[in-house]
């Protein structure tokens, strides 16, 4: 198994491993990549909804979903997000994000698998939440650092939100569920959101994948966000996705905490 670090300060690209045959080694060899880079790129897998199961929890135990129209009724534990109805849930997710950030205690790892691949559209975007911060000008980051969101159910979260594993720091702010900001204004609460919305697109901060056949990506939602680009139902795409619970989450445990 090769691990090779994207260009970008974040993330990494696997390759030359099976998930299926997965041993403890190299589930703890990802668990420790995961950790340091905050996402994978896993290519040349190969999943039926088993495997794709069976290799998810290798990070944890998972979160199950209803089952609805375009879902896998036997496997609940999958969340099906495609370009047509009847393939899974469609228009998901264009807006910067963490799965799961609705929950008390978030959803901390996503895992997705590329089912059907469309030629174009359909890319996911990431962007490093803790560099995100850090390159917020210090005044700032003072003023951020006492905030907290509420989210349209009603969950609070800080605006920084600090790694249970490390400590680091993040921009913690899903964009299209957070109804505002604690002690400010509507108004207020939008202009910082649109603020922050604009942080996490600078330029030089995003990778942006196109998927291909085999695709596996596994994101650290507590220090990675995500957001989804159009696609049209024209093009056939579905992406299969596992989420690992916040009180089954399997961290790797390298004794890093921050000073």
């Known amino acids: 198994m ?3 670090p994207l260009s970008l300060g974040f993330g990494a690209e696997v390759t030359g491993a099976d998930l299926r045959q997965a041993d403890d080694s190299m589930a703890e060899q990802l668990r420790a990549a995961l950790l340091q880079y905050g996402m994978l790129v896993i ?21 199950t979903f209803p089952t609805m129209r375009g879902q896998l009724e036997a496997w609940p534990e999958i969340f099906r997000v495609a370009s047509r109805p009847e393939d899974g849930h469609v228009e998901v997710g264009r807006y910067w994000h963490s799965d799961g950030s609705f929950r008390a205690d978030p959803t901390p790892i996503s895992i997705w698998y590329s089912e059907v691949q469309s030629a174009e559209g359909g890319d996911t975007l990431f962007t490093d939440l803790q560099q995100a911060y ?7 980051q003072r003023e951020f650092d006492g905030l907290n969101t509420a989210h349209r159910n009603g969950v609070v979260h800080p605006l920084v939100l600090r790694h249970p594993q490390t400590g680091v720091p993040a921009l913690y702010l899903n964009i299209g569920l957070t109804a505002g900001v604690l002690g400010h204004s509507p108004e207020h609460s939008r202009a910082l959101m649109d603020a922050v919305d604009r942080h996490y697109s600078r330029d030089g901060a995003t990778y942006r994948h196109h998927w291909l056949p085999g695709d596996v990506v596994v994101a650290d939602n507590l220090r990675v966000g995500h957001k989804a680009t159009p696609i049209t139902p024209q093009t056939r795409r579905v992406l299969n996705r596992t989420t690992v619970r916040a009180d089954g989450v399997i961290w790797h445990d390298a004794g890093l905490k921050a000073a």
Do not use: C, H, K, M
Request: hydrophobic share 30%; net charge negative; no cysteine.
């Open 43 to 63: 290519r040349g897998q190969s999943f039926s909804p088993r495997d794709q199961v069976s290799a998810s929890q290798l990070f944890g135990s998972l979160e």
């Open 2 to 4: 090769n691990i090779t």
């Open 134 to 140: 850090a390159q917020l000008q210090p005044e700032i």
